[in-house]
């Protein structure tokens, strides 16, 4: 019984990040959510008490996705700035693929300031980006000058900068490219030169790694 009534939420989960990214926050209706699950609204209460508790649901859910990426690199030794390049394009696939993530940020962006305050999707990512930062900084990866909010900063704005391209349409190898040609310059900002050479900037297509998993 325990298993099917992680099924059922796991469907509506699923069925609210579809209406949320088709419909935004305000809109998608608990009735059009229980509906594209194929359950009763009934069914949708017993789990779910508010549109926000499922709203916070669908970005737990991004976040626990984001956050499996990132241990699977880290068991794998990837290094931290390697990790941080990959998240970008795994962020521009997946917004791309899968409406949990386009939810995500689409329920932040619509929910800012709501009290109670909902999930925040885009802390989760910023917490993400200052926890490698700071490994690559313990490792001695960065330049002397990455120190400070800049660098955090500038790599909260390219994942916000990410999500504004997906948003157009553009199809994924043209985004993909996008972000290739992001990191060309900012890891002359972040890395010392004779470093950069160590660095991939396109998504990983190996099979077995890590990202490969995702972006192959």
Known sequence: MQARSLRTRRRLVHAGAEMFDRNGYAHATLGQIAGAAGMTKGALYFHFASKDGLADAVQ?????????????????GV????????????LAL??????VIRASFRITNECTGRQPPVTDFHQAWITEVLRLLGQARDAGALQDRGT???????????VCGIGVLAGTGMPYPQL???????????????????????????????????AGKHLA
Do not use: C
């Open 60 to 76: 737990e859910r991004g976040s626990a996705m984001l956050q499996d990426f990132i241990r699977e690199h880290r068991e794998a």
């Open 79 to 90: 290094p931290p700035v390697q990790v941080l390049i990959d998240m970008t394009h795994w």
């Open 94 to 99: 997946t917004l791309h693929d899968d409406p």
């Open 148 to 158: 400070g909010n800049g660098p955090g900063t500038l790599l909260s704005a390219t």
């Open 176 to 210: 993909s490219d996008r972000v290739a040609a992001l990191w060309k310059p900012l890891l002359s900002a972040l890395v010392p030169p004779g470093d950069i050479g160590n660095y991939r900037t396109r998504p990983p297509v190996a099979a077995g790694s890590p």
